[in-house]
């Protein structure tokens, strides 16, 4: 079976030829440049109408995952990372000892009330 010279054949109808310009409009941009403490640098692209406070001064190196700022040469520094607090560790900040046994003697007070033993 011999194929015939299709031309569209593959191709979306009304795709137009490649390459074509004429789809949409392309904002004005402006590009950003960051570094993370590593020496790896980054772009971004913002609007040219958004003004330079918008811009984020530090944002997140999408490779390393160190923050990454503006400046080359003093890139921001990693944040230090506080360990895993436990629930106990939160109540012991909020409560003193004498509070403490304070609450565990009243609940075990009303734990003894409702199991009927003094």
């Known amino acids: 079976m011999a194929t015939g010279g299709n031309a569209i054949r593959g191709t979306r109808v009304g795709a137009g030829p490649m390459g074509e310009q004429d789809h949409g409009f392309h904002a004005e941009r402006v590009a950003v440049t960051y570094w993370d403490a590593l020496g790896n640098e980054t772009v971004r692209f913002f609007a040219a109408n958004v003004p330079d406070e918008e811009i984020p001064e530090v944002i997140d190196h999408p490779h390393s995952g160190l923050p990454a700022g503006r400046d080359k040469d003093n890139p921001p520094a990693v944040a230090k990372t506080e360990p ?19 609450l565990l003697e009243d609940a075990l007070q009303q734990l003894r009330d409702r199991r009927g033993e003094l």
């Open 84 to 102: 895993y607090k436990t629930h106990l560790a939160y109540v012991k900040e909020r409560r003193t000892e004498q509070e403490a046994e304070t």
